[in-house]
Structure formats: structure tokens, C-alpha cells
């Protein structure tokens, strides 16, 4: 990636005693929210339906504004800024996406820009750099929106709203309304893109797994904007703050954590094949939750664990008792004596 791609990583976000009520209502939509993303962090948004959690992303950029407390933005109050500033510097990806039907997709990447007053070469120039960024071929510059499939306009939605390279991204369950494939393909490429571009994301899915794959961490509203907890994914999944949270994780959490870890952390490494020539093999890169599953597919009790390049080469081995304790190991505590985020 050329320096141009981005030359503003993200920066922290705090959420200080944050309270929102809509009027009208008894109860808050956000109630007292604290939360601290650190700079070049995806924190994701989980929760149930009417959780708050888009309140939450919209008290970011000023969309909605709360009734107390304070969100800072690298150390700035979003209301100490001019609005239009503001909103320059955060990116903002719907699900709906949102693109100008009527305007070519190099216009609809130029929005902001030509906003600002950009000329139309650097604008086109930003477009070529976009596209290949969100791995679209150049020739959709000249396309329609309708000319383009689902996967393909959200990739341009990003696009559009990496144009000014903003520090903070607000994404809005982003992926929410793709295929499944899509959505993974789209997922991998983005992770791979942020590990590139280093913004501070704040990402809100409906969707757990979602959350454990994109999320460096996850904050887990319940019914009326509180937080439940935050924390990484290993600790949510591993430490879960109480039932609620529990229930929200999944009663497969033990197993959902053994995808956090991969079968190259695990392996003895012996530098030679001497499992039986007919035991399976799976890559270094491949998740413990995979080596488990192609185990139990093969009924061996020993699997051999090969280079991720060179799948010829065995670097060790892994047994089924050394997957079990690791189950046991990362197995969840009960939700006692865990101190729910903010408390500690
Ligand atoms: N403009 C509004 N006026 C009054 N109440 C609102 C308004 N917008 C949202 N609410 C209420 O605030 C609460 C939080 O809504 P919000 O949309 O933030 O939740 P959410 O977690 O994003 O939900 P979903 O997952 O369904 O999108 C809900 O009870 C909702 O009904």
C-alpha cells in the first residue's frame, strides 16, 4: 500500500458517563456508558434489538446528541468541534449503503472531496487509489450503482467513506444484508485492509461471531443502552461477566474460543513425520476448532500439522488428548466472580 492510501491512523475514543434519552421515554436508550477504544481498535457493538447500539454510534458523529456526560475524540469533545469537521474525520458505512444511483461510482467516491473542494484530478486520482484499495477493477469508475452486485456496492461504500482518510470509521452493520460467502470474503478483506490502515473502528453487527472475528474488542449492550461488558473476545468467551452475557455468547463458547487459537500454537514440534502415514493433516494456520472437527471426521486420535506454503511438510503433530485439555483449558468459568467492566 502507498503512503497515500492513508496517512491518518485512527486516534481514541472515550465514552465518559454517557447517558441518552430520547424524548418522550421513561427509560434511556444509553445509560451511563464509559467505554475507552483505544486508538487503531475495532470495538464492536453487540446487543439486543433496541439495545442502543446505533444510538451509540450516532452520539460519535453527532447524528444524535446525548443529554449528559462526554465522548472524546483523540481527547477532543465531540461538541468542542465544529460539526462539519466533525464529520469530515469520521467515515460512516451503513448497511443500506447509500449510494447516489443517479452518479457514477468515481462520482459517488468524490462526494466528500469535491465537498471540500478537491480539484478533479485529485478527486479521480483518490478514486483509481479507492478502488484498488477495496479491490474493485478500475473500470467500475464509470459504472452505475445498479450496475454492481451487493458485495461490490458495500466495497464501494467503504471506498467512499475512506475518501478523506478519516481517523474513525463508524460502521453500521456494515456487512449485515450479504450473502454468507460474501460476507466472510468481505469480512477477510477488511480486516486485512485495517491491519494496513490502522483506523479506530466502531463496528455494530447483530451478529456474535461476527463480533469475535472483526472485533479487537466487544462491548455487549443489554436492554436499555448498559453496558454488560467489555472486553476482548478471548475474555467475553473465556470470563463471561454473568449469565446474560453467557446467553449472548452462546453456549458454544468454549468451542467459539478454540477458534481463537491456531494448531501452530499447539504443536509439538517434532521437524519430522512420525505420525502414521494415514493420519489427517491440517495447516499451522487452521484454527484449533478445525483440527478438532477434521479429527472427529476421521476418527484417528492424531493429526499432523503441515507449513501453511508447503503442505508437504509436516512440522508436528497434535493429539486428540492435547485438543481436549485445551478445550478444558480454555474452557469457560462459570460466570462468578467476574467483574463486569467498569466495576474493576
Ligand atoms: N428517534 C427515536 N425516538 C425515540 N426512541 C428511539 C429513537 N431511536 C431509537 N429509539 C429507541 O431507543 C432504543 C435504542 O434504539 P437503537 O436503534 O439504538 O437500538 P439498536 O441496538 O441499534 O437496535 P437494532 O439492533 O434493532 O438496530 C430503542 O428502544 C428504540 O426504540
Known sequence: MTEAHSQRPGVEIEFRSVTKKYPGQDTPAIDNLSLTVPAGDICCLVGP???????????????????????????????????????????????????????????????VPRLLGWSADRIKARAVELLDLVRLDQNFAKRYPSQLSGGQQQRVGLARALAVDPPVMLMDEPFGALDPITRNEIQDEFLKLQSEIAKTVIFVTHDIDEAIKMGDKIAVLRQGGVLAQYGTADELLGSPADEYVADFVGADRGLKRLSLRLMRDLVEVTGTDNAPSDAPTVKGSATLRTGLSVLFASGSRILKVTHDDDTATVIGTVTLDQLQDAVYETSPKAPTDVVVAGEA
Open 49 to 111: 434489538s433496541g439495545g442502543g447500539k446505533t444510538t451509540a454510534m450516532k452520539l460519535i458523529n453527532r447524528l444524535i446528541d446525548f443529554n449528559e456526560g462526554e465522548i472524546l475524540i483523540g481527547g477532543n469533545g465531540v461538541r468542542d468541534v465544529d460539526i462539519t469537521t466533525l464529520r469530515r474525520d469520521i467515515g460512516y458505512v451503513i448497511q443500506q449503503v447509500g449510494l447516489f444511483p443517479h452518479m457514477t461510482i468515481e462520482s459517488n467516491i468524490g462526494v
